[in-house]
């Protein structure tokens, strides 16, 4: 009985109309021999409202109920009529920021196993400026599976074929000990990558043997001297275990590029401690800038220092653009001493973190598609684009923003954000304060019992397979066997004078292989003929 109720309704509706119907009926037989009415609805209120909290501690599918028994209820009952709600009087599943409620449904249905499918057409307007589709083929391909990869580091002694979605960096302490693990064992299940974030790997990480990617910024957490200098051995120590599959050398994140960081110290745990290689209870500091190098020919340097350190490992660097003569005098540093990364990570200004000032929130570092485009043209324009991967993270939810992004170059993308839905987390962005309701983003040990790992490992598994899932059928649709094949030609979007025109079309700055070692630059953007003859490999600064 309860399972069919449970194709109508959501079981913990089905329940509680199952309780209410019951307190009606004892209501009615209590009146029936006489008790007065207000102690037979007293004692069972009382009843109902002790067992519903009993069993919302219990249970295991919401965070939201474990740490909030019986008012946790409400939510669910205006999630219910909200839509209604929201239809007629305040706003609909598309407005909302930073991702809207149809983005963070699709992502909660994906993650729980639900239908992910809509009725009634798009919800979108399709005449809008700036409404992007992909174009169909005639002649739709059959792929076998869903697993697509990347081999990044493939001239390295440890190459490693990564997935083409994976999980962005989150650091331990910006996350909860049960997130990590639950991102963890979710990727050592479905075989993709999880990037530690600066905050270094944990024993949280360590537990379920999910591969790594191993963040190091400016604080060099894990690998760090007393005064916060790089250590070598340390470095080795755990850069050398079979878990860690790549380093990334972080050099500016989206949210808050140029800025650093302080983790205050009350909230520097014995765990977080441990992980990073610090005091406990004493400020954790990230500087603005890295002490190992201050030129690109010296980040080239160390590059080549962690891959050898590493076993030989893929190495890469992580960034968000910024000056464009900076970028142009790493990618000069490249062709001068002839070390090339085996990857980078472009980091968009529309990601997220748990604490950024709004001005650099709104105001600092490239959006994702200028940035990705200015890596991609640059490696192309140098000739180095077949030998340097490229990686992308930036508000990536669905499996069309995987496909856009990689008609703009990149050969995979992470998620942060949406992973984090997948873990239960609401958008409440209350991640700066500790408050998580659904036990994500806080280190309260009460509030993290609410997330359970094994239930939310599932749940990310369930969101990689099944983005992927839709990414193989969308590149099926477009005739295609691979999302590599996705070029700027497949995606069209409508333009502000309602001229319909592809990516190709509308990227002006697409430039082709060798361009930039060419004498003549008049036929580039202007970037390129402006910026790129004063970059320097020897230094960041203009001449």
Request: glycine residues 10%; hydrophobic residues 40%; aromatic residues 8%.
């Amino acid at each position: 009985m309860l399972n069919y109720l449970n194709t109508l309704f959501p079981i913990r509706y089905t329940v509680f109309g199952l309780c209410v119907l019951g307190l009606g009926f004892s209501l009615l037989g209590g009146l029936l021999t006489g008790m007065p009415a207000e102690v037979v609805l007293s004692a069972l209120a009382f009843g109902l409202l002790t067992s519903t909290g009993v069993y919302d501690l219990r249970q295991t599918k919401s965070s939201v109920l474990r740490n909030y028994p019986i008012i946790g209820h409400l939510r669910f009952m205006l999630e219910f009529i909200r839509p209604e709600i929201r239809q007629y009087f305040i706003e609909s599943d598309n407005e909302t920021t930073p991702f809207s409620r149809s983005q963070r449904s699709l992502v909660y249905q994906r993650a729980k196993g639900d239908s992910d499918k809509r009725p009634f057409g798009t919800q979108l307007d399709v005449q809008a400026q700036g409404y992007e589709w992909i174009n169909h083929s005639v002649a739709p391909t059959h792929i076998t599976s869903h697993d697509f990869r990347v081999t990044i580091g493939a001239n390295t002694e440890q190459p490693y074929e990564a997935s083409i979605f994976n999980i962005s960096a989150m650091s331990f302490g910006a996350l909860s000990a049960n997130a990590i693990l639950a991102l963890n064992a979710g990727a050592k299940r479905g075989g993709f990558a999880h990037d530690t974030g600066e905050g270094s790997i944990s024993v949280h990480h360590r537990q379920h043997g999910g591969d790594l990617i191993w963040e190091i910024g400016s604080g060099y957490f894990g690998c760090r001297n007393a005064d916060g200098s790089f250590n070598e051995e340390k470095f080795i120590a755990n850069a050398c275990t079979p878990q860690v599959r790549m380093i990334e050398l972080k050099l500016s994140q989206g949210a808050k590029p140029g800025h650093g960081g302080v983790l205050p110290g009350p909230k520097v745990t014995p765990e977080i401690a441990q992980a990073r290689g610090v005091p406990v209870g004493v400020d954790c500091i990230s500087p603005s800038s890295h002490s190992e190098f201050s030129t690109p020919i010296e980040m080239m340097q160390f590059i080549a220092r962690l891959r050898k350190l590493s076993g030989g490992k893929p190495t890469g660097f992580k960034l968000c653009i910024g000056h464009p003569w900076e970028w142009f005098a790493m990618v000069k540093a490249m062709q001068v001493t002839g070390i090339t990364p085996d990857f980078i990570v472009v980091d968009g200004a529309e990601g997220g973190t748990g604490a950024a000032p709004l001005e650099f929130t709104d105001h600092v570092g490239s959006p994702l598609q200028e940035g990705l485009l200015l890596v991609h043209n640059t490696l192309r324009g140098v000739g180095l684009r077949d030998k340097i991967r490229v990686g992308c993270a930036g508000k990536l939810i669905s499996a069309f923003d995987i496909a856009r992004l990689m008609a703009l170059g990149a050969d995979w993308c992470n998620s942060a954000r949406g992973f984090m839905f997948a873990l239960g987390c609401l958008q409440a962005q209350t991640c700066h304060t500790g408050h998580c309701p659904t036990g994500v983003t806080t280190q309260d040990p009460l509030r993290q019992q609410s997330l359970v790992v094994g239930d939310k490992t599932e749940r990310v598994f369930n969101f990689h397979q099944e983005t992927l899932k839709a990414l193989q059928e969308l590149v099926q649709a477009a005739g295609l066997q691979h999302p590599n094949q996705i070029t700027a030609h497949h995606i069209v979007r409508r333009s502000g004078d309602q001229k319909v025109l592809s990516l190709a079309q509308l990227i002006l700055t697409r430039i082709e292989d060798g361009a930039l070692l060419q004498d003549d630059l008049s036929r580039l953007p202007h970037i390129y003929q402006n910026t790129w003859p004063q970059a320097r490999a020897h230094s960041f600064v203009l001449p």
